[in-house]
């Protein structure tokens, strides 16, 4: 049997779109020759609906749509996702299925087993579990359908399993020939191998072909990677659709003919291509064509300039440089060097004057206090508020520039370096930055070399560093990943990094400390294991101390 494996990027709640583009995708593997064409899972509607599927007009859409769909298709079989009310009397009133479209009509509707609710899952809270294994005879194939989770539980890969319930071997036992799995897995670093040797060890183990088809593209803070694979019984990869693009591939379980479309080459070239993607559908999905990059001649503003370039095209892009008093020539230079090679427009707004107005209007409420973090304070917010202005005025989304770690200890100003509509690289740790600004430049020089040597600073105020108040970048990142994607104690990061107590105790009390920030920054794209925003619940009002 042919397999097309139809790997689409879709919006959510643009059924019509969405359809559009399973038809285009299942005539191109029809004119390949496919017997059957996967989308992945929720395709109709997008994922992640989130709190749409409470509405019940949603969901009668998608359940209208699918029927349409159905008569659209050009004639081999089309396994789909899509949204549909649960028929049954008890329990969530919806759930995450795939139907299997053949001849105009519904041959089979299979409903997702096992699902997740940790990190940026919550589909226990909308969906109701299905009972028991999809199985459809298909040109004398037995096909077995899963959903996604479905094969995350599998005691062959797991050194501990999640669920009691295991659909991949549920499914072996009903007669499967070919294990099926529709999937909608957003990114995070290593996810990409992971999945590779979880899909193949379940190949291997259960000695039968393997078909995965991931959802690529942005939505909101999750970026999709695609990367769509199939194995044969034997554990080899004999398909591989494109990671961060849309993509075919066909799969031949009777012939293993081998189709592997090239990936990215590295970590880093997969977070950049994932920020990439994920500012473009960002932008894009929620209908806007420019946007605006404040660009204080730094690493990070000069990396989300060069990302909004790549992934918008540089005539989308405007930086602006808003030089104040403290800051140095060299920065302003930097910023509109990097423009130059950008080709983004550029214009300097020097904040200076507005600053001392601010100050002399302030002054004589603040009295006798001395100046302190205050007025560097209100160079960010002046910063801020010029940026809103022209984003107001030119209906250009604003990107704010901070990374992960300055987000994680507070190093950043509510509704001033803050202010955006997205949070471009705010799950980037600062270490990766510098790797991600090295791996722009491979080919020559964008980011200007003197964005990478000289001392982060924030520029408010004379000689000022970031060294001034937080550890070094290196050690800094390494107790923020353990404390926030490793989930560690303050003694077990001393005792796993031989770093010094009070050091971690600090930042970790600073972590906490900051949260009511972190939850009224704008959504970042999620590029860890584990991210602040939708991923990440703490309290802000909270006594808790390690």
């Known amino acids: ?199 193949k060890a379940i190949a291997t183990a259960h000695r039968i072909p393997v078909v995965y088809v991931n959802h690529v593209g942005g939505n909101d803070q ?29 799969f031949d379980s009777a012939d293993g003919t081998r189709e592997l479309h090239s990936g990215p080459t590295g970590e880093i070239e997969a977070v950049y291509q994932a920020l990439k993607l994920g500012t473009r559908d960002y932008v894009r999905k929620c209908g806007f064509r420019k946007v605006l990059v404040g660009l204080s001649g730094g690493i990070d503003s000069s990396l989300v300039a060069t990302i909004a370039a790549d992934a918008l095209g540089p005539e989308n892009v405007s930086g602006i440089g808003m030089p104040g008093p403290y800051s140095s020539p060299g920065s302003l230079r930097d910023a509109e060097t990097l423009a130059r090679n950008l080709r983004i427009d550029f214009r300097a707004i020097p904040i200076g004057a507005i600053f001392d107005n601010y100050l002399t209007t302030l002054d004589p409420a603040f009295e006798d206090s001395p100046r302190d973090v205050t007025e560097e304070n209100l160079q960010a917010r002046i910063r801020g508020n010029i940026l809103m202005a022209l984003s107001n005025k030119f209906g250009a989304l604003l990107l704010s520039t901070g990374n992960k770690s300055e987000l994680a200890v507070g190093y950043c100003t509510l509704y001033g370096d803050m202010a955006g509509g997205l949070a471009v690289i705010a799950d980037v740790p600062k270490t990766m930055v510098y790797d991600l600004a090295r791996y722009v430049n491979r080919a020559g020089e964008r980011i200007p070399q003197a964005c990478l040597e000289k001392a982060p600073s924030a520029e408010l105020r004379s000689n000022q560093t970031d060294q001034d108040t937080l550890p070094p970048y290196n050690i800094l990142d390494r107790i923020l990943k353990a404390y926030i994607e490793e989930n560690l104690s303050a003694r077990e990061i001393v005792e796993k990094h031989g770093l010094d107590s009070d050091l971690v105790r600090e930042t970790i009390r600073r972590v906490n400390q900051a949260e009511y920030k972190r939850q009224q920054a704008a959504p970042a794209l999620k590029v860890t294991a584990k991210a602040f925003g939708m991923g990440r619940r703490y309290p802000i009002a909270q006594k808790f101390s390690e």
Not at 231 to 250: P, Q, Y
């Open 1 to 199: 049997m042919k397999i097309a494996l139809a790997q689409i990027n879709t919006t959510v709640g643009d059924f019509t779109g969405n359809v559009d583009r399973i038809v285009a995708f299942a005539c191109r593997a029809a004119e390949r020759g496919a017997d059957l064409a996967i989308f992945p899972e929720l395709a109709l509607c997008g994922y992640p609906p989130r709190d749409l599927v409470e509405k019940p007009e949603f969901v009668e859409r998608s359940e209208a749509e699918l029927q349409r769909l159905a008569g659209l298709l050009p004639p081999i079989a089309a396994l789909v996702g899509y949204v549909r009310r649960s028929r049954s009397t008890q329990g969530k009133p919806v759930a995450d299925a795939a139907a299997l479209l053949h001849g105009g009509k519904v041959v089979l509707d299979y409903v997702k087993i096992l699902l997740p609710f940790y990190d940026v899952f919550d589909e226990s809270r909308y969906f109701e579990p299905g009972s028991g294994p999809g199985l459809y005879q298909l040109r004398q194939t037995c096909l077995g359908i899963t959903i996604c989770e479905d094969v995350w539980n599998d005691k062959y890969f797991w050194k501990k399993q999640l669920y009691t319930r295991d659909p991949v071997e549920e499914t072996m036992r009903a007669g499967a020939d070919v294990l099926l799995n529709i999937a909608s897995s957003p990114y995070c670093t290593d996810k990409i191998q992971l999945r590779h040797d979880m899909l």
């Open 222 to 250: 999750l970026i999709f990677d695609g990367s769509s694979m199939a194995f044969n019984a034997r554990g080899e990869l004999c398909a591989r659709a494109k990671s961060f693009e849309e993509d075919l591939v066909v």
